[in-house]
């Protein structure tokens, strides 16, 4: 199946926290999405393997995605091999999007920063035509942009997309990773987390940080590594 944007994350719940909101426009547009998902998050300190896969089917759900796939490279485990950039440019020939989303190589989780290594390799070598031969399947595609989004390190971004249209949907779809939000038991103080355990508050303070820095309500940073083309109406009309 054919997408027009494919997101590549490192566990299940990041794609919806980094960029849920652009994910919902998208679909609202009547674009196709997809998720890859590099783990399975099976070393989280909240919710059972089993939880987070039913919440994982509910978000994708409530995000319209057309698919989502799992390499199950190991959570806490995620490095560039080749096997692995080739099964990923395998999956970016075979639904070959214009528009790739990915982690930021500056990020202090080591799957985050692998994923995002992962993503850009595999982006490159899915547009080399003899591998893309080798392997069968489909034909080499490299898609036009990547962009990174942001987890947890900071940036300027290149564009900021404006999810206030689409906030309360996002609420809900981080609403779906229950287990991810409840303290386990007592003891549990949501010290695992990089800033403390209060995701909500974490994501809608991002959000209208660089919503705020754009003019707008609530945002989504991205980023793209190096000059884009014009897109000012006045210089390339
Ligand atoms: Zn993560």
Known sequence: MKLDCLVIAAHPDDAEISVGGTLLKLAQAGKKTGIVDVTRGELGTRGSAEDRALECSKASELLGLSVRHNLDAGDGRVSVTPALREELAALIREHAPALILCHHTDDPHPDHA?????????????????????????????????????SHTPFDPTFVVDIEPVWEQKLELIRAYASQLAPKDLADKGDHFLYGADILQRMETKARFYGERAGLRFGEPLLHKGPLPAFDPLLSP
Not at 127 to 143: C, F, I, M, S, W
């Open 114 to 150: 692998a994923s995002a290594q992962l993503a850009r390799e595999a982006w490159y070598l899915a547009g080399l035509g003899k591998l893309a031969e080798e392997a069968g399947g489909a034909p080499a595609h490299r898609p036009e942009r990547l962009y990174e989004f942001l």
